[in-house]
């Protein structure tokens, strides 16, 4: 499986970006996805969730991003979005997109930047 992210950039706080992850790999590693999601490392910390939604369409949101964000996706496409709204700097990081079936999967990475 491989995942292709986009749309990360430099926005004022308060400002709106979002995000789009899409896989691609052979039709019997993609049918075994069954959960994508969008992980941030911002310098100096280690890698943490920020949210996630499984084939079936349940979503889970780390706290400091609820209300703001919101993820969604095509299950038949295997492809999942990050619509972030009211950026804080704190959200200021490289956004990964993940993909799991038996193995974790990782994209390439789109840096976020929040500036005050």
């Known amino acids: 499986v491989q995942l292709q992210a986009s749309g990360g950039g430099l926005v004022q706080a308060g400002g709106s970006l979002r995000l789009s992850c899409a896989a691609s790999?052979?039709?019997?590693?993609?049918?075994?996805?069954?959960?994508m999601g969008w992980y941030r490392q911002a310098p100096g910390k280690q890698r943490e969730l920020v949210a996630r939604i499984t084939s079936g369409g349940s979503t889970t949101y780390a706290d400091a991003v609820k209300g703001r964000f919101t993820i969604s996706g095509d299950n038949r496409k295997k492809t999942i979005n990050l619509q972030m709204n009211n950026l804080k700097p704190e959200d200021t990081a490289v956004y990964y997109c993940?993909?799991?079936?038996?193995?974790?999967?990782w994209g390439q990475g789109t840096l976020v930047t929040v500036s005050s």
């Open positions: 790999g052979s039709m019997s590693s993609m049918f075994r996805i069954n959960l």
């Open positions: 993940q993909a799991l079936t038996l193995s974790t999967y």
